[in-house]
């Protein structure tokens, strides 16, 4: 099974954010279930420590995806794409739009209902996240079909 250079490039991509996100909701629920448990009833806002894992999250995502797209680059040069390619990449647009705007509904939503912003912070990145996913996992089903 051969792989196009964009195909290579979305599955760099995706595991990339899956592993830089995983690692950073894991601590967020932790710290979560810390603060929540200790001050019931308290609003639970983002923390400093929070911010800064978010931002190494996202450098780890940025690094690891400009060695491997580098490591992609060297090794198939063909980066050729046609009118196929601008037609996955709208319908896994599309996909990851529709599950963005339903996280921004959720997120509005518990700000709403939650005190403080940790809840809220935490399902719009999520949503973001999930929408990022759809979109690259849309395009991979819909390279290998073809479509």
Do not use: C
Not at 57 to 67: L, P
């Amino acid at each position: 099974m051969h792989l196009s250079f964009h195909e290579k490039s979305l599955w760099v991509t995706l595991l990339t954010l899956v592993g830089a996100f995983r690692i950073y909701f894991t601590a967020a629920v932790q710290w979560y279930r810390q603060f929540a448990g200790t001050a019931p009833g308290m609003a639970v806002d983002v923390m400093p420590p929070q911010v800064v894992l978010l931002g190494v999250a996202i450098g780890m995502i940025v690094v690891a995806t400009i060695v491997g797209h580098a490591l992609i680059a060297i090794a198939d040069r063909r980066t050729e794409t046609d009118e196929r390619d601008a037609l996955i990449a709208l319908k896994g647009t599309r996909n990851g739009a529709y599950v963005l705007a339903t996280g921004v509904f959720f997120a509005l939503y518990a700000a709403l209902a939650t005190d403080g912003n940790f809840i809220f912070t935490h399902v719009l990145l999520a949503s973001w996240v999930l929408a990022q996913l759809v979109e690259i996992a849309s395009q991979l089903v819909l390279q290998r079909r073809g479509a």
